[in-house]
């Protein structure tokens, strides 16, 4: 069966390593017949992996270390929240930490940050032209603005001038 998953990676690590791993890990699990996304994100703490997943869901967030990440840490974390996806409570599992990973590639035993792409620091005058670019579209962000809140304006007003008429043709009109 073909595996359908996303992956949103919001890390240095290589997508590619991740996409792998997911991959080993789907397949594993026998969780291949629905389509999942796994978003990957910085944890605060330096102990180890984490994640959260949602019952029944397809959805899994995993949160690794900054510094190198623990690759069967990660798979054994990752395998307990698609596990919440196929509807397990933590009563009918095993601790993350005691999952058995029979077959797990070597080449993914160490999750390696990639480092990051470096830009060049921008000089002073491509600093200001950034500052002097954002000034000018929050000008005609604040003009667009102004010209709307005008035509409201120009519509209240002639609004008010039709009522205006409307209680004066009734002040001068004779009641019977």
């Known amino acids: 069966m073909r595996l359908r998953f996303r992956i949103v990676n919001k890390t240095h690590y290589d997508s590619r390593v991740l996409r ?3 991959a080993w890990c789907i397949r594993h699990a026998g969780a291949e017949g629905r389509t999942r996304k796994v978003t990957f994100n910085y944890t605060r703490q330096d102990r180890g992996c984490s994640g959260y997943a949602w019952l029944n869901g397809s959805s899994v967030v995993m949160r690794l270390i900054k ?28 601790p ?19 480092p990051p792409k470096s830009k060049p620091a921008p000089d002073a005058v491509e600093r200001v032209a950034g500052k002097l670019a954002a000034v000018e579209a929050k000008v005609k962000e604040w003009e667009s603005k102004l010209r709307r809140t005008r035509t ?8 008010a001038r039709y009522y205006r008429a409307k209680v004066a043709a009734a002040a001068q009109a004779p009641r019977l």
């Open 20 to 22: 792998r791993l997911v």
């Open 152 to 159: 409201w304006l120009k519509k209240w007003e002639r609004r």
């Open 96 to 114: 993350s930490r005691t999952i058995a990973l029979p077959g797990f590639p070597a080449d993914l035993m160490a999750l390696v940050e990639m």
């Open 67 to 94: 510094s190198k990440t623990d690759g069967i840490n990660a798979a054994q974390v990752l395998l307990h929240e698609i596990d919440h996806n196929l509807g397990l409570e933590h009563k009918d599992m095993v």
